[in-house]
Every structure is written in structure tokens, then in C-alpha cells.
């Protein structure tokens, strides 16, 4: 019931869009779902593939490094009670400052694709962090005291109990990040600095006034944002099939 309330969503969502554009709806510049369909299929694999591929390279390093750094300052946190106010603070910072302001500045120091990955794991980072740090925190207390009167330290306490009990909330906090790698990758992308990318070609069909295009590439981006959010689904149910059950 569940997959087929997301089946019958989806195509709900189809019908609209196909009213809003037989409508005309916005001046006529919302195309069916089949001028759009047909679009895509002309443009083929040589524009869509190498821009899905660069894209998605971006996302996954900024994936990688942010939630990297997120779940290393978690964890931290948790060992080091003292340095959360600065943590939090860092957390907050990162997620409150307007990242397209940053965005110019490390296009300028760094240049390449470094904006895209900064802005990719920059968008990652606070959620994973508090997910991460609301997980550890949620370890089951007689768990803990267990470990300890068998003579183990913090870290065994770490390893053996709370971060077993913080995989639901790490998972559902990755969840959210991966469709947010894939904004941040196409924002950085917008700043300029690349000649490829979902990004860079959103841009060049905008100015094209290419319509069809432009909803192709958004739809590209769209499943890509959904892509990792399945890549991590599965993984959570490899890994730790409980989470799952617990997210139910």
C-alpha cells in the first residue's frame, strides 16, 4: 500500500502538470510532460550523461566530506561535552550563512570545481551533525552503565553501544543529506568556473529560452536528488535492516 500511494502520487503529480500546461498556465511556459519527454530523448545521452556524471561526482565528494566532518564533530561532541557550544555554533553558522555569498569567495581562492563540492558538503553538514549527536545521545542508559561495570571506557561505550543506537537517526539524517549534496552541486555550478554539469547546462538552456530543456534538466536533477536518496534507503537496510523497522 505504501509503494502504490507513492505510485498513484506520482502520477497525480503527472495529471497536474499536464493540466497547468494544456491551461496555459504562467504565459504558456510550462511544456507537457511530452514536449518535455520528447525533448529529452532528442537531446539524448551525448547532453544528458556527462552532465548527470559530473554532477553526481560533485555531490558525492561533498556528500562524503561533509558528513564526514559532521559525524567526526558528533562524536566528539558526545566524548568532549565541553566543546559543544562551539560546535553547535559552527553547526548553526553553517547552516544560517548564505552560502551563494561564500560560494564567489572559493571560486576565486580555489577556482575549478572546489565551489561545488564546498557548497555540496556545506549543505550536508548541519543536519547530520544534529541527527548524529540526538542518536548518540538516545543510547539506551542501563546499556551504558553495563559496559561500564564490566570495565569498559568511553569508547567502548562509543563503539559497543551508542552508535549502534544512533544508526536510525544517522540514516535518516543521510537521507536528507544526499538530495541536499545534489543542490548544493548545482548551485556551486551556477557561481560559474565549470563548462559542464546540470548546473552549467541549466543555465545555458535558460538563456537559450530553450523551455523544454530547461524542465529536462531539472528533471535530471530531480532524479538524481532521488537516486541518492534510494542509494542511501538501500544502504540502511543492508547495513542496519532495524532502521528500517524503527523508521516504520
Not at 502504490?4 to 496555459?24: D, E, F, Q, R, S
Not at 564490566?150 to 543529506?177: C, D, E, S
Request: proline content about 5%; glycine content about 12%.
Amino acid at each position: 500500500m505504501r509503494y502504490l500511494g507513492g505510485l498513484l502520487g506520482l502520477l497525480g503529480l503527472i495529471i497536474g502538470w499536464w493540466i497547468l500546461a494544456a491551461a496555459g498556465v504562467a504565459g504558456g511556459t510550462i511544456p507537457s510532460p511530452w514536449t518535455v519527454v520528447r525533448t529529452m530523448f532528442t537531446d539524448g545521452w551525448d547532453l544528458y550523461g556527462p552532465n548527470f556524471r559530473i554532477t553526481a561526482e560533485g555531490a558525492l565528494k561533498g556528500f562524503v566530506w561533509g558528513n564526514t566532518l559532521a559525524i567526526g564533530l558528533a562524536i566528539l561532541v558526545v566524548l568532549i561535552p565541553p566543546i559543544e557550544p562551539l560546535a553547535t555554533q559552527l553547526a548553526i553558522l553553517s547552516y544560517c550563512t548564505p552560502l551563494l555569498a561564500l560560494g564567489p569567495i572559493i571560486l576565486v581562492v580555489f577556482g575549478g570545481r572546489t565551489p561545488t563540492v564546498f557548497l555540496a558538503a556545506m549543505y550536508c553538514f548541519f543536519t547530520t551533525m544534529v541527527g548524529t549527536v540526538t542518536g548518540l545521545r538516545s543510547a539506551d542508559r542501563t546499556s551504558l552503565d553495563l559496559v561500564r561495570a564490566y570495565g569498559g571506557g568511553r569508547w567502548q561505550q562509543l563503539y559497543r553501544v551508542q552508535i549502534i543506537a544512533a544508526l536510525p537517526n544517522i540514516f535518516a539524517a543521510l537521507k536528507i543529506a544526499a538530495p541536499s549534496a545534489v543542490l548544493g552541486a548545482i548551485i556551486g555550478e551556477y557561481l560559474g568556473g565549470v563548462d559542464s554539469g546540470i548546473g552549467v547546462a541549466l543555465t545555458a538552456a535558460q538563456s537559450a529560452y530553450n523551455v523544454p530543456r530547461t524542465w529536462g534538466m531539472a528533471l535530471a536533477a530531480a532524479a538524481l536528488a532521488g537516486l541518492g536518496y534510494a542509494v542511501v534507503a538501500l544502504t540502511a537496510r543492508l547495513v542496519a535492516p532495524w532502521t528500517a523497522q524503527e523508521a516504520r
